[in-house]
Each structure stands twice: as C-alpha cells, then as structure tokens.
C-alpha cells in the first residue's frame, strides 16, 4: 500500500524559507588525516567540496571517501550543481596513482570515484576514471572501488572502457524525475541515463549498478516510484535518495522538504519494487553507505545464481 503524500508545491508558490528541525546537523570541522592527506596530494573530494556533513561517519566510521576526478570545472551547467563551470585543465597524468596513495595511506575500505563532466575529452575523461581504478587496484588490492561518472554523451565505448577495469560498483544519477528533468540538469536527459545504466548490465551482467535521487524540486510521490519503476527495468540494483538543498542562490530553490516519514515510505516503496537496497532519507547522498549497498547487492546477486 502507498503511502499518502502532500502534494508538491508549485513552481511558482513561495518556496520554503527555513529549514526544518530534521536538516540540522552541525559541519565537521577542524583538520583530520583525510582532509591532510587529500590537501597535500592536491586531491578533490566531493565531501569537502560539497561540505557534506556526513564525512565523519564516512570516513571516520565507514572508512570510505568519495574523490572527485579531472579538476573541479565542470563542461555543464546543471542548475542543481554550484560546481563551476568552465574550460577545464588537460588531464593530470598522474592524478591516478595520487588517489592510490591517498587510499593507501588511509586504509580506506571503500573508495568512490567520481568525476566533472567532461564533454571536451574524446572519451569524456573514461580513461582517467579506468585507470583510477586500476592504480587503486595496485596500490590497495583490498579496497573495493564504486565509480560515479559522468555520462560520457552516451559514447558505449567509453563506457565499456570503464566497465572492463572492474569497479565494484558502477553508480550512474538520474538526479531527479523525468518530468524534471529538463529544467535541472544540463547537456543529458533522463533517457540517456537510463541507457547508461542498461549498457553496462549488458556489458556486465554480475556488477553492481546503483543510481542516485535528489527530492524537493518539485516531484511528486507518482513521479518518484515511477523513476523507481524505470531504474527496475534498467536493472539497477540499489538506489539512495536524498534531500536536495540549494547551494547557492544561483541554483533553483527548493520546492518543499521532504520529511523523515516520507523517506522511510519511499524506501518501503523501493524494497517493494525489488532494489536489493535503498537508503533514502534527508541526508542522504549517493555515495552514503556506498559500502553497505554494495554488499547488500552483491550478496542479492550471488544468491541468485
């Protein structure tokens, strides 16, 4: 049975002005070994970056960490993203083996990659990301690696690139419903995203596939199972579904915000439809708990041979 929603506010009503009680949660601060590590390899992390505040779970509890590849200039504009956007810097040869250490160093158990947009590469930047996986492989041959990439124009070969360094995991967004999706993201479409995801299941039926939703720009509870329903037929194997927040006043603002309740709904939903997880929840990002969604569907896939 569904759970009964709100409807989603309108575009043009006034948009929500604070945020509720469930979204306060203090910033990590201060210095730790992860932030030293990534500063001193001249690394990005999508956690610092984003300032996401659950980095001291992550990495402190969960050993994981998400680093963000091929510069911090993005070759698109999505109007949910403050990532600049702009020429980006030629590839750094050796930012590869830079993330390696960085995860050896730290014992990180599980590492995400994740990258810019870039649509000035002939392969979108495929390459890098591979062999990002590969230098992990090397140098910590225990770590379990989820990729996040753009992508890549839809280009199979890129992607089949990416597909034959074996990641653990291979994460690609929808960000937000089909009827949304125009006005959020930039340079894609919900379609092409969902054929991603259908490549590299054909490519590699036994991996892991995992996409990701942001809620609050104005979908509703029919909008979202139906992505859910989409994601499914893709085969996509767990799905994380967050509160969107805007970053800047340059983004679009929210809509509405979701509450606990709600997310726990959508995750019943989810289990419902056969994702082997879901976490879903107002903190939630695509790579939260990346380690404990893998597992679940990793074990899934073993069970079902």
């Known amino acids: 049975m569904s759970a009964s929603f709100p409807p989603a506010a309108d575009s043009s009503a006034e948009t929500p002005r604070a945020k509720p009680r469930w979204l306060r949660k203090p910033l990590v601060v201060g210095e730790g070994p992860v932030a030293r590590t990534v500063r001193g390899l001249r690394l990005h992390t999508v956690c610092e970056e984003a300032r996401c505040p659950n980095r001291r779970e992550c990495w402190e509890h969960s050993k994981t960490a998400t680093f963000m590849i091929l510069g911090d200039r993005c070759t698109r504009n999505c109007r949910f993203c403050s990532v600049e956007t702009g020429r980006?810097?030629?590839?750094d040869p050796a930012e590869p083996e830079r993330v390696a250490q960085a995860v050896a160093e730290l014992g990180i158990a599980f590492a995400v990659v994740t990258m810019v947009t870039r649509d000035d590469l002939p392969d979108g930047g495929a390459g890098a990301m591979a062999e990002t996986v590969r230098a992990i492989r090397r140098r910590a041959p225990g770590c379990r690696v989820e990729v996040l990439p753009s992508d890549f124009g839809g280009n199979r070969d890129a992607i089949a690139a990416l597909v034959a360094a074996a990641p653990e995991v291979y994460g690609h967004n929808i960000e937000t419903v089909r009827r949304l999706t125009p006005a959020a993201r930039s340079g894609s479409t919900y379609e092409r995203s969902l054929a991603v995801l259908r490549t590299v299941r054909g490519l590699a039926p036994a991996m892991v596939t995992k996409s990701a939703m942001m809620l609050g720009l104005g979908e509703t509870f029919e909008d979202v199972t139906a992505a859910m329903d989409d994601l499914r037929a893709a085969d996509v194997d767990v799905l994380a579904i967050g509160q969107y927040l805007q970053p800047t006043r340059a983004q679009l603002p929210v809509?509405?915000?979701?509450?606990?309740?709600?997310?726990?709904a959508l995750r019943a939903e989810a289990l419902r439809r056969g994702?082997?997880?879901c976490e879903a929840g107002p903190w939630v990002r695509s790579s939260y708990k990346a380690d404990v969604m893998f597992a679940a569907a990793r074990a899934r896939r073993i069970g079902a041979k």
Do not use: K, M, V
Request: aromatic share 24%; no cysteine.
């Open 88 to 91: 980006p810097a030629p590839p």
């Open 275 to 277: 994702f082997a997880h």
């Open 255 to 264: 809509q509405r915000y979701w509450t606990p309740a709600e997310f726990e």
